[in-house]
């Protein structure tokens, strides 16, 4: 099935450790994003990538760093993991120019981390 | 920078009652889109719209774009316990820009 595929689905790391949440698309999209959700604050976009070779900081980016692989691939990269990171990351694929009717954002499932 | 507000923030209601919802912003905005978040799952799309005043429908869901362009609704009829979620809306500016997405209605639906 087409959409977007996050790995890993559930992650409990110790303060300081590193770890590379994988984000995989198969829709052909130009742009990638990666979100974090935490209770009441909705979705605030961590780092984003228009374009294959392109990444920008979003509004929360301290403490994250991103690789854009290829076209299909976009991964969120902690380095030293701390608490205040513990929440719910949402990957997500779009075309941003409505090209072919119905457009938007297509998110993954999550990848639950926790920051012990 | 941009900031989509929305409400209720949280809602209570009878299996089979009516809902509604809003999203507002100090921006114009060109598209509005409305997600869907099941428990546990990520935001699923729900409904977009193009032009101020547009009304579209997704079976017992409705979406109307404001003809103000700073503010875009979303309407369930006779909801149902699968309705239960967080309602997202998101905004895009102009063209090509990244969408900004609201904090979000929770609904919880009562048998």
């Known amino acids: 099935n087409a959409g977007v595929t996050q790995t890993p689905k559930f992650q409990v790391l110790k303060t300081g450790q590193s770890m590379t949440l994988q984000c995989a698309q198969d829709?052909?999209?130009?742009?990638m994003y990666w979100y974090r959700q935490d209770p009441g604050m909705g979705l605030r976009l961590i780092y984003y990538s228009a374009s294959e070779g392109t990444t920008d900081k979003g509004e929360v980016p301290n403490g994250y760093n991103v690789s854009r692989l290829n076209k299909r691939e976009f991964s969120l990269r902690l380095e030293s993991a701390a608490p205040s990171q513990t929440s719910v990351y949402f990957c997500?694929?779009?075309?941003?120019?409505?090209?072919?009717?119905?457009?938007?954002?297509?998110f993954g499932s999550g990848t639950r981390l926790t920051v012990v | 920078g941009q900031q989509l507000n929305q409400s209720p923030q949280s809602m209570f209601i009878q299996e089979g009652e009516d809902v509604s919802m809003n999203c507002t912003s100090s921006s114009i905005f060109n598209t509005w889109l409305w997600y869907k978040q099941d428990p546990g799952e990520g935001p699923v799309l729900l409904i977009a719209?193009?032009?101020?005043?547009e009304l579209t429908s997704n079976g017992r869901l409705t979406a109307q774009f404001g003809i103000t362009r700073k503010d875009s609704f979303l309407n369930i009829s006779a909801s149902i316990p699968s309705d239960v979620g967080i309602y997202f809306c998101a905004g895009q500016r102009n063209y090509g820009q990244n969408f900004v997405f609201g904090p979000g209605t929770r609904l919880s639906v009562l048998p």
């Open positions: 829709m052909n999209h130009n742009s």
């Open positions: 997500a694929s779009s075309e941003l120019v409505r090209f072919q009717g119905l457009y938007g954002y297509t």
């Open positions: 719209l193009y032009k101020a005043g």
